[in-house]
């Protein structure tokens, strides 16, 4: 009999802390990447506790949903490799990765807080991108080849991490694609020549 799926488990308890923090301000405040208490009080679980909880239901349910589809098919990829924890081993350790050059940024900064699992998501976007680069992305209803997804992705987090302003910590989405592709490259070095073969022929992909 197989195991309840990690990705099913992950997006369950995700889902179940922030419908909780929604409502209740000091867990949110417990949960959440505030630098200065880990800086001044160690709170180090606030680099994977940021990541359970979001400022809104669209935030958490646009992550969830990239979760399920992405998730389901790189889970039976790092468990193969890394044992049955595998992916939830990938996925804890995106979160720490993806926001720990934000952190060592506002390590100071009193002002700052940044909440969600879209680093953590974006590193499984990513991974799934390495092994299907011509996948089909839908962005809302438009179809699109995932390399293409991924370059215009990456493009728009530089200018927007730049430009600021918008609230979002697109840094952490910068980082997290980053982990992603590096972490499975380093894993399987056989994922990176797949995904240049890949590109010179669709059908490989």
């Known amino acids: 009999m197989r195991a309840m799926s990690t990705t099913l488990i992950l997006i369950a308890i995700t889902c179940a802390v922030s ?16 630098p200065p208490a880990v800086t001044r009080d160690n709170d180090y ?43 939830a081993f990938f996925y804890v350790l995106g979160l720490v990765a993806s926001i720990l050059p934000t952190y060592l940024r506002h390590r100071s900064d009193a002002s700052y807080r940044s909440l969600g699992a879209s680093g953590s998501v974006s590193a499984v976007l990513f991974a799934f991108i390495l092994l299907r680069p011509w996948a089909t992305i839908y962005i809302y209803v438009i179809p699109v080849p995932a390399i293409i997804y991924a370059g215009a992705y990456i493009a728009y987090s530089i200018y927007m991490d730049r430009r600021g302003g918008d609230n979002v910590n697109h840094s952490a989405h910068l980082w997290g694609a980053a982990y992603g592709a590096v972490f499975t490259i380093a894993m399987e070095p056989r994922v990176f020549s ?7 022929d669709p059908h490989l992909g």
């Open 45 to 87: 679980y606030r680099l994977m506790s940021y990541g359970l909880v979001h400022g809104n239901f669209q935030h958490l349910l646009f992550n969830m949903i990239t979760l399920y589809f992405f998730g389901r098919v790189m889970e039976d990829f790092y468990n193969a490799s890394l044992g049955d924890f595998g992916f």
């Open 19 to 34: 419908f909780v923090a929604f409502n209740n301000p000091k867990m949110t405040d417990a949960l959440i990447l505030w």
């Open 194 to 200: 797949h995904f240049l073969a890949s590109l010179a």
